[in-house]
């Protein structure tokens, strides 16, 4: 298991995918140099369900950053085990906000990717009932 989400964090920072339709305008932070700062972090709940069944993974998602710094899209990437952990990790995901990137003189929104790893040793990590479908 832990090789397993070893893959995915090294994938994570190998790669990221735009996720506009119209990506003219979406930049890959490898593209402009900077690595978007994460000043507000949005920890996702651990199911209570998985917990209960000892479950743990990985997930890791692709995300556009707006102009202002706040997250306005997000897309499941890869996750293991599939589909356990995809919303709560959307939803912390969507929740996150980063220091704007400025490319060329002005702010820009840029595709990133971010992994989030769930572990029953994770204590920061808060648990929670009910998840949305």
Known sequence: MRKTIF??????????????????????????????????????????????????????????????????????????PPEIFDNVALEAALNCVFSPIIYEGKPVKVAYRIPFVFGRDRYDLKRCSKVKK
């Not at 119209?22 to 709940?45: E, H, N, R, T, W």
């Open 7 to 80: 893959i995915l964090l090294a994938i994570s920072m190998a790669s990221c995918v735009a996720l506009a339709e119209d990506s003219c305008d979406v930049f890959d932070y490898l593209q402009i140099g900077q690595i978007p700062q994460m000043i507000v972090s949005a920890k996702p709940c651990y199911p209570d369900s998985a917990y209960k069944e000892r479950v743990e993974g990985a997930v890791l998602v692709d995300i556009i950053i707006g102009e202002d710094g706040k997250v306005i899209s997000a897309k499941v990437a890869d996750s293991e």
